[in-house]
């Protein structure tokens, strides 16, 4: 397993009857490796993954995994209500193929460190597969600090890697500090990435890659190789995109731009709703003048599927 470079959070796609669209979604996870992703992470906020039954959950890492095909590594969200739950799904997508697991906080529960030390240790020691913790403050109310994250490293060799979305840069280097290469960062909020990069950060699970991978990569690589003039015009382009991420409707926001784009659709399951009024208005003049402004750094066109529904 290599904590590197980009990998997508995966959007799950539905068909018009609310079903997910395998056909879509292999046909989006081979576009996003094709041009130039290291990885696919399935099944995070991202991707609905608390609107999905365990059952449709499986299936959708069979589906990665088989469209994957070896070109890299497909990452399975691990979150649930309860921690049993949490396990059952972890030793589930080890066997359906992952190759490593993003380990999440219980759903709906914040509880202080001896409980969550507790659940996620469960869920790292339930397989073999390589860990990677994710921290969101914002969205969970659980903040694994540097310290509690050395805890974790020191009592289990298989996390390797921490995905660090506090939206605050300077947890990278406070990590870093604590445990300095023992752990892989990954940034974890697009509008971060490259000063994420330049604090250490040595990845990017990214978010408006649904739509636009190649961009997504060239920003990434121009940070990591701090090819500094690149990486700013790159990114004062794709900045405005990026800040969809940031904010509560960040799902309905990026999936619209992958339907206006042509790579996907806006359907979201309740209870999220498609952007409509003042938002979509927002949303539509910062997409028009992003597309105006194309850089050359360009994604190859989407082989659209016949009879797909998405």
């Known amino acids: 397993m290599n904590w590197f470079g980009v990998m997508p959070a995966i959007t799950t796609p539905f068909d018009t009857r609310m079903a997910v669209d395998h056909d879509f979604l292999a046909q989006h996870a081979a576009w996003l490796l094709d041009n130039g992703c290291t990885g696919l ?39 649930a209500l309860s921690t049993a739950d949490a396990v059952a799904l972890a030793q589930a997508a080890e066997a359906a193929g992952c190759s ?65 979305s506090s939206t605050d840069v300077r947890r990278v280097s406070a990590i870093r500090a604590v445990l300095g290469d023992r752990l892989q960062i990954m940034v974890g909020v697009d509008d971060v990435l490259v000063e994420g990069v330049a604090a250490g950060a040595r990845g990017w699970v990214a978010g408006l890659v ?7 990569v060239a920003l990434f690589d121009y940070a990591i190789a701090q090819k500094h003039a690149e990486a700013a015009e790159l990114y004062a382009w794709f900045l405005p995109l990026l800040r969809m991420d940031t904010v509560p409707k960040f799902v309905q926001l990026i999936k619209w731009v992958q339907e206006q784009v042509g790579v996907g659709s806006e359907r979201v399951r309740a209870p999220r709703l498609i952007i409509e009024g ?12 992003a ?20």
């Open 41 to 79: 992470v399935m099944l995070g906020s991202l991707g609905e993954g608390a609107t999905l039954s365990v059952a449709e959950k499986i299936a959708i890492l069979k589906t990665a995994v088989s469209a994957a095909a070896g070109r890299g590594p497909v990452v399975a969200s691990i979150s």
């Open 100 to 164: 490593g697991l993003m380990v999440l906080p219980p759903y709906v529960y914040t509880s202080d460190w001896r409980e969550m030390k507790a659940h996620v240790a469960s869920i790292i020691a339930a397989t073999s597969l390589p860990c990677m913790l994710y921290n969101n403050p914002v969205a969970y109310k659980t903040d694994f600090t540097p310290t509690q994250i050395a805890e974790l490293a020191a009592e289990h060799p298989n996390l390797e890697a921490v995905k660090e």
């Open 210 to 216: 649904n739509a636009f991978p190649a961009e997504s």
């Open 278 to 289: 003042d938002e979509l208005a927002e949303a539509q003049a910062t997409l028009h003048t």
């Open 291 to 310: 597309l105006r402004n194309r850089p050359t750094v360009t994604s190859t066109p989407f082989p659209v599927l016949a009879g797909t529904e998405a």
